[in-house]
């Protein structure tokens, strides 16, 4: 279901200054990386951003990007066309809808806020991990099952084969009422195995309908392919390294499958990887960039609908804009210094997609031009365990007023170091975000 013609989606950003639509690596590795020690391998990472293909139909409008992270629920739409004030289309994207009342609800720690006229008014929990669990990570998956609702992906860590930890997923899927855990995937933990880099909903890689998600530890990568019973292994997305990390969830081709990038730090190319009827399994072509520092992020700054790739290189972050060949290696528009992107959504009146970016310590958001996004940002309020680099962000409409929202929820490194502990709301209007917020409950 639809609000407004508008569709949330979810970015989630790692330890370290690391991003992604979560990607947590060994602090000690992520350390080195960012040293140059790592062989020139090392920071990056994915924000999911703009959906791909969608679970159940088209969706009219749709916010810019975003990220939670995979399939929308209630038909995570193909190239989306309208929406509000007869916006031009937009790259589609992923919603996070668990109980498909048409308000975008977001994940902190192991529960679940509810959207609703008045910002999140209520909780549920989510199914905990059985007994030798040593840690588990939340994901908004997009819809799994085809059902019309948004699904979680649990990954369970366990070290009692290894300790380097061996992750395994499992379906959660949303309800009217609560949810219900579907049955883990054994098939994928012997794979990912170690540190976990990338993770995160990848919209539909195949065309069939269901959504997808993408994960990536530093000894392998799965993508998990939805269906009527829940999860089955499928082909990853090409790396170019074993610790590269993977931006999905976005359509750069603007062909109706979902599409994959992937980078690693100090690499002069983005290798890209294309949805089919057979998923990621055609051979992957790369793109040539500036040597980056990570940061790579899929999402839409041009308000077109084809997903772009915003990174992060010594000369400030670039965007690079899809096309129907694919990515274009010439900058949309760079903003200097430290700059790294989020994520993007229509926050305001306008027809332009807004960029929410870091910059040093601060949180910004830059309103979309016809150009691209403004090189002059706007400081949000962050939570009071606000650290840069380690905090997941939500984008979608919350309150159903027709403008999305943005949640920043912190990641708190003293607690699991995956899930968010504590979230503030900026409310999307006429005018653009709230930058003060309120917390989300």
Known sequence: MEKGGRWGALALVCVGGLWGTACRGDLADELRDLLGQHDGQGT???????????????????????????????????????????????????????????????????????????????????????????????????????????????????????????????????????????????????????????????????GDGYADVVVKTRSGAVTLLGGPQGITVGTPPATQTSQAYDAMDGDINGDGYSDAVSNSNGEQAIEQSFGSPTGFGAAPTSVPAQPQLGSLVMLDANSDRFSDVAFTTSDGLQFFTGSSSGLLPAALLSLPGSARAVGSARFNSDSNADVIVTVANALEVHDGTSGGPATAGVPLATPSQWRAGTFLGSFGDVNGDGFDDFTVGVIDSSTDGYNPVSAVLHLGGPNGLDPTGTPAM
């Open 44 to 206: 990056g990472g994915a924000s999911c951003a703009t959906g791909g293909r969608g679970a159940g139909g088209a969706a009219t409008g749709g916010a810019a990007t975003g990220g939670s992270s995979g399939g929308a629920s209630g038909g995570m739409g193909g190239s989306a066309t309208g929406g509000m004030g007869g916006q031009q289309a937009a790259a589609p994207q992923t919603r996070a809808d668990f109980n498909h009342d048409g308000f975008n609800d977001f994940l902190l720690g192991g529960r679940a806020l509810l959207g609703a006229p008045n910002g999140y008014s209520m909780t549920w929990a989510l199914p905990a991990p059985g007994p030798g669990t040593t840690a588990a990570i939340y994901l908004v998956a997009g819809d799994l099952n085809r059902d019309g609702f948004t699904d979680v992906v649990r990954l369970d860590e366990s070290t009692s084969q290894t300790p380097m930890g061996l992750w395994t997923p499992t379906p959660i899927f949303g309800g009217a009422s609560g949810f219900t855990a579907g049955t883990a995937n054994t098939d994928a933990t012997n794979t990912l195995a170690g540190s976990m880099y990338s993770y995160g909903p990848a919209g539909d890689v195949n």
